[in-house]
């Protein structure tokens, strides 16, 4: 079946470095692939995707490629801040297999101190 | 315009009781899934509805249905419930189950 594997948690950082969450997944298909967002006491929001192999998601300053060959969509940042002090969820949707269910990571908590 | 709708956000249900969770779907959106969150851990898929009938249905026992509703909206039961049931409860919403979900802010539920 399908599965998503992230790095563990929780992972601190100051503001303005480099933040890199690992994600490789398994799947049947050419799944779509997703990075979620959760702030403290909040649902899920949707912060990118990527539809195809080499595409690459974008948005607020986080980017993450599709990497068919490595089964992977790493989610990076230049230069974080507190306000990114969250739970991030890698997931995919695998619509080619007949699938309509996302399948998530168990979630990495990424902490940004001043 | 409103998003996903969640109700209610918390609630305390004793083990053996039955609960009914509610979700209104995102203007235009027609299609709902609900998920499981357990503290600590992703989203599980519970089931998903569109055209008013559950489409798919992940690795649930049957103490878990579901129902939507001509206008699109969704209902989650769970009956008997037990301790392992305390989660966040997340609904989902999309057009015809394709692109990208939003999801509510969810249903604290707590079973003593």
């Known amino acids: 079946g399908n599965s998503v594997t992230q790095m563990e948690g929780p992972v601190t950082l100051s503001e303005e470095a480099f933040l890199t969450i690992n994600c490789t997944y398994t799947a049947t298909g050419y799944p779509s692939l997703f990075w979620y967002v959760q702030y403290p006491g909040e649902g899920l929001q949707l912060l990118l995707k990527a539809t195809k192999a080499d595409d690459k998601g974008s948005n607020k300053g986080f980017e993450a490629t599709y990497r068919k060959e490595t089964t992977s969509f790493h989610l990076e940042k230049g230069s974080v801040q507190v306000s990114d002090s969250a739970v991030y969820f890698c997931a995919l949707s695998d619509r080619g297999a007949g699938s309509y269910q996302l399948t998530f990571g168990k979630g990495t908590k990424l902490s940004v101190i001043p | 315009d409103a998003g996903v709708t969640q109700s209610p956000t918390h609630l305390i249900k004793t083990r053996g009781q039955q609960v009914t969770l509610r979700c209104s779907p995102k203007?235009?959106?027609?299609?709902v899934s609900w998920y499981q969150q357990a503290l600590g851990q992703g989203p599980q898929f519970i089931f998903q509805y569109y055209e008013e009938e559950e489409r798919q249905r992940g690795n649930f026992p049957d103490r878990f249905s579901g129902h939507q509703f001509p206008n699109y909206s969704s209902e989650l039961n769970v009956n008997a419930l037990l301790l392992g049931d305390s989660a966040l409860y997340l609904c989902?919403?999309?057009?015809?189950?394709?692109?990208?979900?939003?999801f509510g802010s969810g249903t604290r539920l707590t079973v003593v």
């Open positions: 203007s235009g959106h027609d299609t």
């Open positions: 989902a919403s999309s057009f015809t189950g394709e692109g990208g979900y939003t």
